[in-house]
């Protein structure tokens, strides 16, 4: 029988640091530069920098939270706890709304990378199953694929730079900053909203709180070493497609990272790109369903999911109930919907979590500050300037979403509260 008990705190700071490096360096770093050179042109780079500032402030305020709360759920318990039921409600519905989409995103994007034409859909039902069976044999084991899969898309991305920088042409003059002639200040917002969303996996280190050791010493450390590296990488690939492509190239194709290669002499690295970006795809894959899982058992634990989600096996010691429905409801996704702009609408749900986590950062005490206040003050405006700078369909779809979340969470506390009465 399941019950409701804890997790095993197996994760040392080198394993949550290669997890929330798998869940940033994944698919975002192979797609998400051409949505973002569109928006801001030769801005690319203002907009890379401007996410990964964002990225940073919300960074701290969970590093912070983490410390304070070591327990699954990640920005879910800290509304909860620092602002609110109904604040940890709106965290927890926008993160696992959102992410539930990047699921089938990913699994999608692997498919696309790895399955023969026409078989794309039944290829990612069957990676989406495979990597929920890893997750719920144990969270050690995720651990360990996850190293796999961030050394093969390191060694992808180390053959992309190489291959465009010294078997191609790289024009040094295309690497600017901004150009105002190509971009603008609006256009700029839109990509680092759109390349926030490559960034956003550091949290699932936090969701992750209940199975490290040390989580006061340990969470801290592995957001910051985790975004550092990640911000380390994607500024050279950026720098790298800008050289080789400049920012209409970029823009004018969906696998940027594959057309560099392609405009090389190095044609060998063609199929390492495509075997990187299938990857990639499945790390991101495969820390999501940790990540959502999780937090999906702590709103259980508090009856804002069904009660049943917060089931944990009791000899692997996973929320096996949240990870099961969790698959299910993504294998309905990627056989039925298309998901081409997961991007803008998953951006909208992880930007509000970020808003009440940086807002439930600043009400912490003296004694529990790590980081001045001001980051998060910080933090919580750039989140909103980025999610009303975000596609207005991608804005429209993540309101209405939030409303049902918002109907859902009132009804359900009214028949509680018939039901006591």
């Given at each position: 029988m399941s019950g409701h008990g804890v997790l095993a705190r197996r994760l040392g700071t080198g394993d949550a640091v290669v997890i929330g490096v798998g869940s940033m360096v994944g698919a975002g770093v192979f797609a998400a530069f051409a949505p973002a050179a569109q928006a801001a042109g030769a801005g690319l780079l203002l907009g890379l920098a401007l996410a990964a500032f964002v990225a940073y402030t919300n960074a701290t305020a969970s590093a912070q939270l983490a410390a304070q709360y070591p327990t699954s759920g990640g920005t879910y318990v800290y509304g909860r706890e620092r602002l609110g039921p109904w604040w940890g409600f709106l965290a927890g519905?926008?993160?696992?709304?959102?992410?539930?989409?990047?699921?089938?995103?990913?699994?999608?994007?692997?498919?696309?990378?790895?399955?023969?034409?026409?078989?794309?859909?039944?290829?990612?039902?069957a990676?989406?199953?495979?990597?929920?069976?890893?997750?719920?044999?144990?969270?050690?084991r995720t651990a360990r694929l996850t190293r796999i899969i961030v050394t093969v898309v390191l060694v992808a991305l180390a053959a992309v730079v190489l291959s465009s920088l010294a078997g191609g042409d790289p024009q040094w003059s295309q690497v600017t900053v901004w150009d105002a002639a190509e971009g603008s200040w609006y256009g700029v917002l839109q990509s680092a909203g759109l390349?926030?969303?490559?960034?956003?996996?550091?949290?699932?280190?936090?969701?992750?709180?209940?199975?490290?050791?040390?989580?006061?010493?340990?969470?801290?450390?592995?957001?910051?070493?985790?975004?550092?590296?990640?911000?380390?990488?994607y500024a050279t690939i950026a720098v790298t497609l800008l050289a080789v492509l400049g920012a209409d190239g970029t823009a004018a194709t969906p696998t940027p990272l594959a057309a560099a290669v392609d405009a090389s002499t190095w044609s060998w690295a063609s199929p390492v790109v495509r075997v990187g970006g299938a990857t990639a795809a499945l790390g991101a894959l495969l820390a999501l369903i940790a990540g959502v899982g999780r937090t999906g058992l702590a709103m259980a634990r508090q009856g804002d999911l069904p009660r049943w989600l917060a089931g944990v096996h009791p000899r692997h010691q996973v929320p096996h109930h949240a990870e099961i429905a969790l698959a299910v409801v993504v294998c309905v996704l990627v056989l039925t919907v298309d998901l081409r702009g997961a991007i803008g609408f998953s951006s909208f749900g992880v930007l509000l979590y970020?808003?009440?986590?940086?807002?439930?950062?600043?009400?912490?005490?003296?004694?529990?500050?790590?980081?001045?206040?001001?980051?998060?003050?910080?933090?919580?405006?750039?989140?909103?300037?980025?999610?009303?700078?975000?596609?207005?369909?991608?804005?429209?779809?993540?309101?209405?979403?939030?409303?049902?979340?918002?109907?859902?969470?009132t009804w359900n506390l009214r028949a509680t509260a018939r039901r006591t009465t």
């Open positions: 519905w926008g993160f696992v709304i959102g992410k539930t989409a990047s699921c089938a995103a990913m699994a999608l994007t692997f498919a696309a990378y790895a399955a023969p034409a026409g078989w794309e859909r039944p290829v990612a039902v990676a989406v199953v495979c990597l929920a069976a890893v997750n719920y044999r144990r969270v050690t390349l926030f969303f490559a960034f956003a996996g550091y949290a699932r280190i936090a969701t992750m709180g209940e199975e490290v050791r040390d989580p006061e010493r340990t969470i801290p450390r592995a957001i910051l070493i985790a975004l550092a590296i990640t911000v380390v990488v970020y808003l009440v986590a940086n807002i439930a950062a600043f009400t912490q005490t003296p004694d529990r500050r790590r980081f001045p206040q001001a980051l998060q003050v910080l933090g919580a405006i750039a989140c909103v300037v980025l999610v009303v700078t975000l596609p207005v369909s991608s804005v429209l779809v993540g309101l209405a979403v939030f409303a049902v979340g918002i109907g859902y969470r």
